[in-house]
């Protein structure tokens, strides 16, 4: 079941990735269309990148809070609720093996 999230989860990053590149290559597209000179150019290009890196960080956090739901739903347990029970067991051993002596 985690391989099923696991590759639905690169399939989206791999997608955003190639969003990203493409939305460059539009960027590049428009910069040479309008005759945009380099100074002009490189600020848009570089409002236009930032606008990507910050939808691309929504999406990312929209995809992470999915996962979650979808673990949860599924009642798998998260790391640190594993390391918690897993602690508590390494408590009981201990305990059992000095009631035992």
Do not use: P, W, Y
């Not at 989860?9 to 969003?19: E, Q």
């Not at 040479?32 to 380099?38: P, T």
């Not at 150019?41 to 606008?51: D, I, N, P, V, Y």
């Amino acid at each position: 079941m985690t391989d099923i999230i696991e590759k639905t989860l690169l399939a989206g990053i791999g997608a955003l990735a190639l969003s990203q590149q493409k939305a460059e290559e539009l960027i590049d597209e428009v910069q040479r269309r309008l005759n945009l000179g380099e100074d002009k150019g490189e600020k848009f290009l570089s409002t236009l990148r930032q606008a990507a890196r910050n939808q691309q960080q929504k999406l990312e956090e929209i995809a992470q809070k999915e996962v979650q739901r979808t673990c949860s739903r599924l009642g798998l347990i998260t790391r640190e609720e594993f390391d918690g029970l897993q602690k508590k067991v390494q408590l009981l051993e201990k305990h059992l093996k000095e009631v035992a002596k």
